[in-house]
């Protein structure tokens, strides 16, 4: 019994009859992240944070790769959850960073000479889990805006409705 049930295997996959259906969700990857950012003592309203699906080691973003994207609330607080699942089958890896783009301690006139402040960070590979729904999140714990970060940058192209 067992033999022919091996035979019939063995043709199936020959013949391509025997493709496998593998469920869409397996190949799904999902990450989320959260925190509060400060400028000063102060919880920030407005700063724009972008989850990517992949990590950009140039200055520009590159918005499709954009999983999620959200301001700050009144709080400061901000949580962001992406996944892979509308994306093809050939981009569900992710590599996870975010961008933070602010102008905590600037006022009009210096965003508009200067650009928003830019700062990015790498996620650990840690937090990306299997399948549409994050099973673990990131906490960026609470940020203070006013320090000066590794790579901070100003940008000058940066839009909040992107």
């Known amino acids: 019994m067992l033999y022919i049930f091996l035979v019939l295997i063995l043709i ?17 990857r999902s990450i989320a992240i959260k925190g509060q950012l ?22 520009e973003d590159n918005l499709a790769e954009i999983l999620d994207s959200k301001q700050t609330y ?8 992406g996944n892979t699942e509308k994306r ?15 102008n905590c301690d600037m006022d009009n006139k210096e965003t508009a000479n ?16 299997l399948g549409v729904k994050a099973r673990k999140t990131y906490d960026f714990g609470k940020i203070n805006l006013q320090l000066e970060f590794p790579g901070e940058s100003y940008d000058k192209n940066f839009k909040f409705n992107d």
């Not at 199936?12 to 799904?28: F, H, K, L, P, R």
């Not at 920030?44 to 140039?58: C, D, H, P």
């Not at 009144?74 to 959850?81: A, D, I, K, P, R």
Request: proline share 4%.
């Open 12 to 28: 199936q996959t020959v013949s391509g009859a025997g493709d496998i259906e593998v469920e869409s969700s397996v190949a799904n």
């Open 38 to 59: 400060f400028c000063g003592k102060k919880p920030f309203e407005g700063a724009k944070i972008r989850l990517y699906r992949v990590f950009q080691a140039n200055k």
């Open 74 to 81: 009144v709080t400061g607080m901000f949580q962001l959850e």
């Open 88 to 102: 093809d089958r050939t981009k569900t890896e992710i590599q996870p960073f975010v961008t933070i783009h602010h």
């Open 114 to 129: 200067q650009g928003y402040k830019r700062w990015q960070v790498q996620i650990p590979q840690d937090y990306v889990t």
